[in-house]
């Protein structure tokens, strides 16, 4: 059973950058696709990006495109979620998880494994 923790989140003004790392244990993790989502105040968790067990694939919503950049290194059993360029409606609770498929998705009833998030708060 693959287990998930997230480091990386913190404090950042307006237009910084920050990389949220996932590492994950268990061998089993490179065949799995890996997703980032995110919850703020007061909303509901949102899917923010994926990437397929090879990492040849990705997928992002459409509020982080061209800012946030994912990706994965197998042998160190990690994903990461590159943030650039961010803004105070970044803030959130961000999450990895764990689809155990391969297949990148959106849908969150998709992942089977999820960390217990990092904090990422955005002041303007």
């Known amino acids: 059973q693959v287990q998930l923790v997230e480091s990386g989140g913190g404090l950042v003004q307006a237009g910084g950058s920050l990389r949220l790392s996932c590492a994950a244990s268990?061998?089993?993790?490179?065949?799995?696709?890996m997703g980032w989502f995110r919850q703020g105040p007061g909303k509901q968790r949102e899917f923010v990006a994926a990437i397929s067990w090879s990492g040849a694939n990705t997928n992002y919503a459409d509020s982080v495109k061209g800012r946030f950049t994912i990706s994965r290194d197998n042998p160190k059993n990690t994903v990461y979620l590159q943030m650039n360029s961010l803004k105070p409606e970044d803030t959130a609770v961000y999450y990895c998880?764990?689809?155990?498929?391969?297949?990148?998705?959106?849908?969150?009833?998709?992942?089977?494994?999820w960390g217990q998030g990092t904090q990422v708060t955005v002041s303007s």
């Open positions: 998880a764990a689809e155990l498929t391969g297949r990148v998705t959106e849908l969150q009833s998709k992942y089977d494994i």
């Open positions: 268990g061998r089993a993790f490179r065949s799995h696709a």
